[in-house]
């Protein structure tokens, strides 16, 4: 079982910078394949950006590439976003994941977190 919470969303104006992060409890932690994913109001769930347990980084979505940057840390058992150059269609909800399979489908993600609010004004 792996628990995870979410937290460093807030209200930010365009062109700022955010960092989530997300803390994950369990043992299996380090082996995990860990996500982000967001979803705004109306929208469906979309990928963000996800990293292996060796900190291999899978292709993020094309929407925040070159802004975005997923990073972990195994031995806090911690995954960051690393959110630079914000736009106002960057705000969603944001989730964190775990999967055993490397994947960008929300579908083969067992865990969630509740997810951290962004906003970002225009």
């Known amino acids: 079982q792996v628990q995870l919470v979410e937290s460093g969303g807030g209200l930010v104006q365009a062109g700022g910078s955010l960092r989530l992060s997300c803390a994950a409890s369990g043992r299996t932690f380090s082996s995990n394949v860990m996500g982000w994913f967001r979803q705004a109001p109306g929208k469906e769930r979309e990928f963000v950006a996800a990293i292996t347990w060796s900190g291999g980084r899978i292709p993020y979505a094309d929407s925040v590439k070159g802004r975005f940057t997923i990073s972990r840390d195994n031995a806090k058992n911690t995954v960051y976003l690393q959110m630079n150059s914000l736009k106002p269609e960057d705000t969603a909800v944001y989730y964190c994941?775990?999967?055993?399979?490397?994947?960008?489908?929300?579908?083969?993600?067992?865990?969630w977190g509740q997810g951290t609010q962004v906003t970002v004004s225009s």
């Open positions: 994941a775990a999967t055993r399979v490397v994947s960008t489908r929300g579908y083969e993600y067992d865990y």
